[in-house]
């Protein structure tokens, strides 16, 4: 990402607070002629350097102690009483142009007599608060105890150009909450020196902020073969210094200064356990997730300034991502009394987002599992700068859905989502490979990188649009960057002077990242209706309809015993009246008197079973009633239904152009059936009773279909001439039951086995 260009001259009171005849010599004659000769210029150099020289040598002499003990001197640093200093940017061409500033800061004096005269300074970037070139006030300490100083010494001969700053509180406070974000709380802050609830801090003005914290990852031994250095340093756990080191064979710039200062919510030194990251940065975000609002983590920082150590961690230090997790499922197992808890999850390499999966999970292992899982499948490759670099952006999302109840009883539904993002590194290609497919990789990365930047400028410049879209990354981080979110960037930066200029991007981003402000966060809760969700809605339909289909089945079982029940009755009726002897062959042969009176006994009781039996029968016929009534019911609403139906089909028809079927199928004659006018509609109605329903009673003994014939003799055989009613559902199964009453005995078989029947059971699907 781009860095922005600035070049300051800054001035600089000696320790007398004047300011010394060469430097207002030098600025003069810079005033005067802007393209002052080189010689005169290297003369004026050479003379401060002296002059620089000596005075230092002198200071060490005087066995200077500081007074503050939280003073941490530098040794090797400049003394100049007074000098002019001109900021060098390695990323010169990277930069923004100069632009003109007007806010000027004053470090506060310190009680040594070195500080007693103010810096005064121009903050070089339109709208960054916080970040500063500063120079150096205090004398350095023969007895240093601030080991990148012991380092700075001993590295290469080279000298350092810094600074050097207080470890307590009190100054870098004061100008961090002075130069930061101007909220009334802060500056309350800055006023009682208290450290202020964070969430509170990030509601202020209504808005929440992005909370932006830095991590510093420990020297690599890689890096300290490679004779690196450490330029930054963190002060107070909120400072941080860096510095960049210049060359002795660098004469021109021998005077140089070049020191940045930047400030953020904390700022995590290389000791900084896995633990204490996540509570400060993530813990909160955790509980306002459960709480129904959505939350955001994202690393950002060069390959190799430890994104995915942070993310991630190891086996043995889990990261943001596994302790986040972690917390949330003990959190959600504290909480299971109060109401139901579903944890989704999904993690994804963020440059694809098709085939996303969404997994439901149940513990924090299977969490580990899916986490071990992504990682595995996500596109890691060596570069110049990290073995294992992540080529890609990673997201991990939970989603947790909260059921419970409120004080009016209603069940609320609270979603709330926490995304845990690894950013891709934000290298240079030059940095890793220009050559090679990582070059094209890289390009991609600081693509969606760069479109990361210009959202973050359009969201600190208030503008209305803010170009999510230019790339996945930006859509993916739409509701964490000026959504409704609680939003944590997490800077990771590399100690190595060999990654200044990475370093530099990254705090510059930081910096400017702190300026964005969400929405005030909302909590994500619905009102549960009749507190059955869709889900429940349809698990509720899928045991109605088995429920149906297992009533089915149950009535006809039921018809079945009916039939079978009719037909034992229907034996038992014949039996009483049996026909008159010889009259049939299957007729039993007559008997003796005395198997007549055994009979007799007999009968009476076969007439006491066939009138239970018939009362049964009855019942049953009243049920089956019932249950046709109900049918009938549903069946006019169905009907309803397609009325419904048919009549939109007839409107959209129309608005479709085919208005000519309609007027046709309207011209042709209406059906009338007893005065009343029949609609198109009337087809898909069903047929309505129309003659009174015969129970079976009425069907097998008053009401046998007959017709009186020419001869006058009546027969069954015409019943089709007559309006025949549609039979009872009883008798359709009783003729389908029929083979299986058969077995109850010739007599009945003999019965049933009738023209009439069999025509009456035919009729209705003839008409
Ligand atoms: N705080 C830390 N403590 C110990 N080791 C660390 C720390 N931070 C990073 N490292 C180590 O530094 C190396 C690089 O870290 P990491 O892979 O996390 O970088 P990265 O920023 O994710 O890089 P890239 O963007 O290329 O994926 C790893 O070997 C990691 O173990």
């Known amino acids: 990402m781009p860095v922005s260009t600035r070049s300051q001259i800054l001035s600089k009171e000696d320790e007398s607070g004047e300011t010394t005849a060469k430097t207002e010599h030098i600025e003069k004659t810079q005033m005067r002629n802007p393209h002052h000769g080189l010689k005169e210029k290297l003369k004026s150099l050479t003379l401060l350097y002296e002059q620089q020289k000596l005075v230092s040598m002198g200071v060490k002499n005087q066995n200077f102690k500081p ?90 001969g080279d000298r350092i150009v810094g600074f050097t700053c207080p470890r307590k509180a009190p100054v870098s406070t004061t100008v961090a909450r002075k130069l930061s974000l101007g909220s009334q709380m802060e500056a309350r802050r800055a006023k009682t020196g208290q450290e202020m609830d964070p969430l509170f801090e990030r509601q202020s003005n209504g808005n929440s902020r992005i909370m932006v914290f830095v991590r510093l990852r420990p020297m690599m031994k890689k890096e300290k073969e490679a004779g690196s250095r450490s330029c930054v340093r963190i002060v107070n756990r909120r400072d941080v210094y860096l510095t960049e080191f210049a060359s002795e064979h660098d004469y021109l710039r021998l005077k140089r200064v070049r020191g940045r200062h930047f400030t953020f919510d904390a700022s995590f030194p290389e000791s900084a356990t896995q633990q204490e990251v996540y509570s400060t940065t993530t813990s909160e975000l955790v509980e306002a997730v459960l709480q129904g609002r959505n939350g955001s983590v994202f690393c950002y920082g060069a390959t190799g300034a430890g994104k995915t150590y942070t993310m991630l961690g190891t086996v043995e230090n889990p990261g943001v991502m596994v302790l986040a997790i972690k917390d949330l499922f003990t959190k959600v197992r504290q909480r299971s009394c109060d109401g139901n808890h579903v944890v989704h999850l999904s993690y994804l390499e963020g440059i694809v987002a098709a085939g996303l999966s969404q997994y439901r999970a149940y513990s924090t292992d299977e969490v580990m599992a899916l986490l071990l899982q992504g990682n595995k499948n996500r596109t890691t490759e060596p570069t110049r700068m990290n073995e294992t670099s992540s080529r890609s952006h990673a997201i991990l999302q939970v989603v947790v859905e909260y059921r419970t109840r409120d004080a009016a009883m209603n069940i609320v539904n609270r979603v709330g989502k926490l995304s845990l993002i690894d950013l891709a590194g934000s290298e240079r290609a030059l940095a890793t490979d220009q050559r090679t497919l990582r070059s094209i990789e890289g390009a991609n990365i600081n693509r969606s990188l760069l479109a990361l930047s210009s959202c973050i400028n359009a969201l600190v410049e208030g503008k209305k649009h803010i170009p999510y879209r230019n790339s996945k990354l930006t859509q993916l981080l739409k509701d964490s960057l000026g959504g409704a979110c609680n939003t944590v960037m997490i800077a990771n930066i590399s100690p190595s002077n060999l990654s200044f200029g990475e370093t530099q991007n990254t705090l510059h981003w930081a910096d400017r990242a702190k300026e964005i402000r969400n929405k005030a966060y909302e909590t994500t809760e619905e009102l549960v209706q009749d507190g059955v969700t869709d889900a429940e809605q349809a698990k509720l339909l899928l045991e109605v309809q088995k429920e149906n289909r297992e009533l089915r089945v149950q009535l006809a079982k039921q018809q079945q015993k009916i039939l079978s029940l009719q037909a034992q009755s229907l034996a038992a009726n014949s039996s009483p009246t049996p026909p008159p002897s010889g009259s049939s062959i299957l007729s039993p042969p007559p008997s003796s008197n005395k198997a007549n009176d055994k009979r007799k006994p007999k009968t009476k009781s076969a007439e006491e079973t066939v009138r239970e039996l018939q009362q049964v029968v009855k019942a049953l016929e009243r049920e089956i009633e019932r249950m046709k009534r109900d049918h009938s019911v549903q069946i006019k609403k169905r009907d ?99 083979w299986s009453v058969l077995i109850l005995g010739p007599h009945i078989a003999n019965y049933i086995i009738q023209p009439g029947f069999a025509r009456q059971r035919l009729s209705p699907y003839k008409q």
């Open 67 to 156: 007074q503050e003990k939280n003073i941490l001197p530098l040794p090797a640093l400049d003394r100049c009483g007074s000098f002019k200093t001109e900021e060098r940017d390695s990323n010169k061409q990277q930069l923004p142009p100069f632009v003109p500033l007007n806010q000027k800061e004053t470090l506060p004096t310190s009680t040594t007599s070195a500080e007693k005269s103010p810096v005064t300074r121009e903050n070089p970037i339109p709208n960054s608060t916080v970040t500063k070139t500063y120079v150096l006030t205090q004398p350095p300490n023969p007895n240093p105890s601030f080991d990148d100083a012991k380092e700075n010494v001993a590295a290469n």
């Open 640 to 738: 309803e239904k397609i009325r419904e139906l048919s009549l939109k089909m007839a409107k959209y028809s129309e608005a479709e152009g085919l208005k000519m079927l309609v007027t046709r199928t309207s011209l042709r004659p209406r059906e009338t059936t007893n005065g009343e006018v029949k609609t198109p509609g009337h087809r898909f109605l069903s047929p309505a009773p129309t003659a009174k329903k015969r129970t079976f009673w009425d069907i097998t003994t008053a009401n046998s279909p007959s017709v009186t014939t020419a001869n006058g003799r009546k027969t069954r055989s015409h019943v089709n001439a007559e309006p025949v009613a549609p039979p009872s559902m009883l008798l359709q199964l009783a003729n389908q039951c029929l």
